[in-house]
Nanobody
Framework: QLQLVESGGGLVQPGGSLRLSCAAS????????????VAWFRQAPGKEREGISC????????YYADSVKGRFTISRDNAENMVYLQMNSLKPEDTGVYYC????????????WGQGTQVTVSS
């Protein structure tokens, strides 16, 4: 089983930056984090959870939602079992709970979730 724990959320002013971290652990790492696709989702107040960025197992393919393209960057360090989301030029509409997610090789959807970390963009 893979466990994911996010950190790095907080309150930031519009235009500011935050870096979210996601630490992976558990018996599911026996074959390494490289056997998982990873992603970041967020849920804004009163809205459904949406996928904002994901990275393939190889790390070679990356997706960004239009709302964050050019401002957010997903990265991973398989050796350290870490996933990151660098968020720049933050806007009030980026406010929400951010979740790290994993998809094991062979699974058809992201089904491993962290507990979430709150990001609030406000002056």
């Amino acid at each position: 089983q893979l466990q994911l724990v996010e950190s790095g959320g907080g309150l930031v002013q519009p235009g500011g930056s935050l870096r979210l971290s996601c630490a992976a652990s558990g018996s599911g790492l026996q074959l390494g984090l490289q056997h998982y696709a990873v992603a970041w989702f967020r849920q804004a107040p009163g809205k459904e959870r949406e996928g904002i960025s994901c990275n393939s197992m190889s790390g070679g393919d990356t997706y960004y939602a239009d709302s964050v393209k050019g401002r957010f960057t997903i990265s991973r360090d398989n050796a350290e079992n870490m996933v990151y989301l660098q968020m720049n030029s933050l806007k009030p509409e980026d406010t929400g709970v951010y979740y790290c997610a994993g998809q094991r090789n062979g699974d058809t959807q992201f089904n491993i979730w962290g507990q979430g970390t709150q990001v609030t963009v406000s002056s």
